[in-house]
């Protein structure tokens, strides 16, 4: 499937906050003053083919900024002896942002992408200008996934076994690879809205799934059973768009309309028909929100603030 992503503007790699190679590419428009770049953080296990549909929409209006999480795709694994965190992928993503000399970024993330997006608004909150928050939970998102209640109190035990249990638990992701219907089935049944999205774009989701390295997806899976990023949101005042799937079985629309109600400057917003995957399914109805939120929540609020400090002086 020929995309834009395959002739990017400029790709490479940095040096990241710890020695390790973070590849990146930079795509859409050339970088000017007068345009705020976009940076794309997917979901686990994913790419920067999860935002194909809805990042072109920006193609000639912003610079688009992809990078790779460590231990996925082009990106370096730190080795068994340090455990990913998502922390870590945040400032990643700082030192890409530091390293293009962008100031400032629209940032976008998808499923465990929010958890990197809040981590890096938290932490260097005069890199995010904004957040647009799709199918994501700051919470365990075992506790309502697939409508199943039980979850939340096995996952995180069972995950935080890993280092002790690496070869079991290889053995395990390597059957998952061999057994791609299966995998396909069920990613069908609960990730995507099959009528809404392109037969391309589910083998192009198995395919990024085996390009990452074991060790960091359960060690990033384990990180996330642990709800960190709840204690972050309402400390994080970037204007923030929370977007649901109203179908979305993953992380169902209750846990993101919390997620909204928990951050001081956050707008939630629903699709009907939407899945785990709804910025690749309704990326044109999406557009349009993400366009409308920006116009009254990042322009308005700043003529505001002039306005306050003229009456002020007066």
């Keep these: 499937m020929p995309t834009f992503f395959d002739k990017p503007h400029e790709k490479g790699y940095i040096k990241s906050f710890d020695g390790l190679k973070i590849y990146w590419e930079h795509h859409g428009a050339a970088f000017s003053k007068q345009r705020t770049p976009i940076l794309f953080c997917y979901g686990l296990a994913c790419s920067k083919h999860q935002w194909r549909s809805l990042a072109e929409m920006f193609v000639n209006e912003h610079p688009l900024i992809f990078f790779d999480y460590r231990g996925h795709h082009r990106s370096e694994y730190q080795g068994e002896n340090e455990k990913t965190r998502i922390n870590q992928l945040a400032k990643d993503a ?22 990197v997006a809040l981590e890096l608004a938290f932490n260097f909150p005069e890199k995010t200008k904004s957040l647009v928050l799709i199918a994501g939970s700051a919470e365990n998102p075992f506790k309502r996934i697939l409508g199943l209640k039980f979850l939340d109190s096995i996952m995180p035990t069972l995950l935080g076994t890993f280092p002790e249990k690496k070869e079991q638990f290889r ?9 791609r219907p299966l995998l396909k089935l069920l990613v069908l049944a609960t990730g995507f809205n099959r009528k809404a999205v392109e037969g391309q774009d589910i083998e192009t989701y198995l ?3 085996a390009n990452v390295s074991p060790n960091a997806f359960f060690e990033l899976l384990h990180d996330m059973s642990l709800g960190n990023s709840e204690s972050l949101l309402r400390r994080i005042e970037s204007p923030t768009l929370v977007v649901s799937g109203a179908n979305d079985q993953v992380t169902p629309p209750d846990v993101q309309k919390k997620l909204a109600q928990s951050m001081p400057n956050a707008e939630y917003f ?6 785990h995957n709804v910025q690749l399914e309704f990326a044109d109805y999406l557009n349009r929100k993400i366009r409308e939120f920006w116009s009254q929540r990042i322009s ?6 002039v306005r306050e400090k003229k009456s002020e002086r007066n």
């Design 94 to 115: 700082c030192k890409v942002l530091e390293e293009l000399s962008i100031k400032e970024a629209h940032v976008f993330g998808h499923s465990m992408g929010c958890n």
């Design 171 to 179: 053995t395990f992701w390597s059957w998952v690879l061999k057994n």
């Design 207 to 209: 395919d990024s799934v």
């Design 270 to 275: 629903s699709i009907p028909l939407g899945s």
């Design 300 to 305: 308005k609020p700043t003529i505001k603030k």
